[in-house]
């Protein structure tokens, strides 16, 4: 297993070495704009079949997927309409996660028709995002527990099935706002940061 440590954001070294691991099929633990969460490439069967065994989840529970932009997430088969892909573009990247149809499966996806996308505000994770194509997250932790705010919390048994582990220090960031775009009107799932959630549903009225 590679670990590689720093303080805010990685070196570019260190970048090249995360995103190889990575597109060889390799699970990764890495810092986001919200907590840390394990990573590996969204349309891969057997890196999403090794995190959800690292997870001990159900097989039809889809993950979350990150992308480095709006079409990027398009591209893997997220089907947006045009005044919600607006509002997005206004809103991203930030700490949204929002739940689109999906045109057609991907591993990430667990076999549903939907998908919760996207686009960290974190600009290494971006970078790294646009070198390796969408990647699939989900938070550190075995199924029902506690997600780690700090890489060095992370539960060995967890650690001995990685590739590797992003140390970028401890993160106090909220968990993601969630909306659910599939319907009529979007529905608050999660609301995260008080503050930005007030700002996502300003955005929201103005752009539907």
Known sequence: MRRWTFTGVPDAGQLDE?????????????????????????????????????????????????????????????????????????????????????????????????????????????????????LLSTSANRSGEPPIEDAKNLAWELQNQLDGVADGGASRSEPSTIMDFTGDEPRLIREGDVFFAQKVWKTLRISL
Do not use: C, M
Request: proline share 9%; charged share 20%.
């Open 18 to 134: 995360i995103d190889q691991t990575i597109r060889a099929g390799g699970v990764v633990l890495l810092p986001t704009d919200t907590i840390y969460g394990l990573h590996a490439l969204a349309t891969d069967q057997q890196a999403a079949d090794r995190v959800a065994e690292i997870k001990g989840r159900a097989d039809t529970k889809p993950f979350v997927v990150l992308g480095a932009l709006l079409e990027q997430l398009e591209e893997i088969g997220i089907d947006v309409r045009p005044e919600v892909r607006n509002a997005l573009q206004e809103l991203w990247p930030a700490p949204l996660t929002a739940i689109l149809p999906l045109n057609r499966p991907i591993p990430a996806s667990r076999g549903t028709a939907t998908l919760a996308v996207r686009v960290p505000a974190l600009d290494w994770l971006r970078e790294l995002l646009a070198r390796t194509g969408p």
